[in-house]
T-cell receptor, first 109, second 115 residues
């Protein structure tokens, strides 16, 4: 069935480190792909999206490229900040949004 | 600012005592969703309304009901909460339901505790 697999957390990094959070999906066809972020005590916010193969979504220094060959949508950021500490959810839309289980990111000084 | 509002942010109820969670939106979106998110798990869609049309997910228990009296408001009713219903409940809206128009805007959630 349709599913999203993302790396387990927590991921702990020092400020200015490079971030990668892996995400792969199983779905029919080529669904739209999303990354959502959930800051402590808040709801989910759309971080970035890509609607077709080879598209790159980007926002706030984060990027992810839609790779249909590997059915992946890995999230990257070149230099993380303490304020990036949150839970990140990968998701795709095929009739409905299907989320991964989330990856907690902790960024320390 | 246009937004999705959920009240209350924290709700405590007793086992078997009906409870209602509230969601309102100022985005004038057509679609409103309710998700259940248990600790360290992915949000799980319970149901959604497209305007007045109710769409239930096949695996949503009958214990969960919803009402949408107008465009702005949507309620989640849990008729007889069990301990397993303790979770964060997220409300979301979108302009449409298709892949292009479906960007969903989430409220802050209501954390439900069942004693």
């Amino acid at each position: 069935g349709n599913s999203v697999t993302q790396m387990e957390g927590p991921v702990t990094l020092s400020e200015e480190a490079f971030l990668t959070i892996n995400c792969t999906y199983t779905a029919t066809g080529y669904p739209s792909l999303f990354w959502y972020v959930q800051y402590p005590g808040e709801g989910l916010q759309l971080l970035l999206k890509a609607t077709k193969a080879d598209d790159k979504g980007s926002n706030k220094g984060f990027e992810a490229t839609y790779r249909k060959e590997t059915t992946s949508f890995h999230l990257e950021k070149g230099s993380v900040q303490v304020s990036d500490s949150a839970v990140y959810f990968c998701a795709f839309h095929r009739n409905k949004l299907t989320f991964g289980t989330g990856t907690q990111l902790k960024v320390e000084l | 600012d246009a937004m999705v509002i959920q009240n209350p942010r924290y709700q405590v109820t007793q086992f078997g005592k009906p409870v209602t969670l509230s969601c309102s939106q100022t985005l004038n979106h057509n679609v409103m969703y309710w998700y259940q998110q248990k600790s360290s798990q992915a949000p799980k869609l319970l149901f959604h309304y497209y305007d007045k049309d109710f769409n239930n997910e096949a695996d949503t228990p009958d214990n969960f009901q919803s009402r949408r009296p107008n465009t702005s408001f949507c309620f989640l009713d849990i008729r007889s909460p069990g301990l397993g219903d303790a979770a964060m409940y997220l409300c979301a809206t979108s302009r449409g339901a298709g892949e292009v128009s479906n960007e969903q805007f989430f409220g802050p959630g209501t954390r439900l505790t069942v004693l």
